[in-house]
Antibody, heavy 118, light 107 residues
């Protein structure tokens, strides 16, 4: 079955960087667009970024544009999110999710917590 | 950006009740509207896609309707496992956006 496992979260100081990974299995990773979605503790969901199945296109939420970079390694079935110049407001649980052909997010990982604090 | 507004923000209901949650888009999104269910400490789960299509494995007591700017998610007869938070999400624009969520709890 489809499995997505995020890793790389932790506590980081404001202004520093962190790289999240999402290991995919159970499906042909190279055929699907992939997304990152975050959720501030106790709050709602915020879409962060998407990367096309072949990595050819990438789009970002305004709140992270210019600071975050989404990438993928199809040979290793892994999605990444490079987060630079982190701010307190980036504190959240970060989920990776698979984009379906119907333009929905049909499978999600369990999430990894990023805490930005001095 | 397309703004998504859900109502109500919270809702109390009883097992067996019929409940409806509304989602409104700030511009027309055709039928590019999805619904998710999230339980505490868990990842969201896709319930409905394309406004009215039931995701595989989701019980038929869930249904969705609407187009353009106004959408609804209906649960025909609430079960104990349905108490959760529900989110709508538009996929008309490449930059997805979610509603703020509707928390459904037990009356």
């Amino acid at each position: 079955q489809v499995q997505l496992v995020e890793s790389g979260g932790g506590v980081v100081q404001p202004g520093r960087s962190l790289r999240l990974s999402c290991a995919a299995s159970g499906f042909t990773f190279s055929s699907f667009g992939m997304h990152w979605v975050r959720q501030t503790p106790g709050k709602g969901l915020e879409w962060v970024a998407v990367i096309w199945y072949d990595g050819s296109k990438k789009y970002y939420a305004d709140s992270v544009e210019g600071r975050f970079t989404i990438s993928r390694d199809n040979s290793k079935n892994t999605l990444f999110l490079q987060m630079n110049s982190l701010r307190a407001e980036d504190t959240a649980v970060y989920y990776c999710a698979r984009g379906s052909g119907s333009s929905s997010l049909d499978s999600w990982g369990q999430g990894t917590l990023v805490t930005v604090s001095s | 950006d397309i703004q998504m507004t859900q109502s109500p923000s919270s809702l109390s209901a009883s097992v067996g009740d019929r409940v409806t949650i509304t989602c409104r888009a700030s511009q027309s999104i055709s039928s590019y509207l999805n619904w998710y269910q999230q339980k505490p400490g868990k990842a969201p789960k896709l319930l409905m896609y394309a406004a009215s299509r039931l995701q595989s494995g989701v019980p038929s007591r869930f249904s969705g309707s609407g187009s353009e700017t106004d959408f609804t998610l209906t649960i025909s007869s609430l079960q104990p496992e349905d108490f959760a938070t529900y989110y709508c999400q538009q996929s008309y624009n490449t930059l997805f956006t979610f509603g703020q969520g509707t928390k459904l709890d037990i009356k």
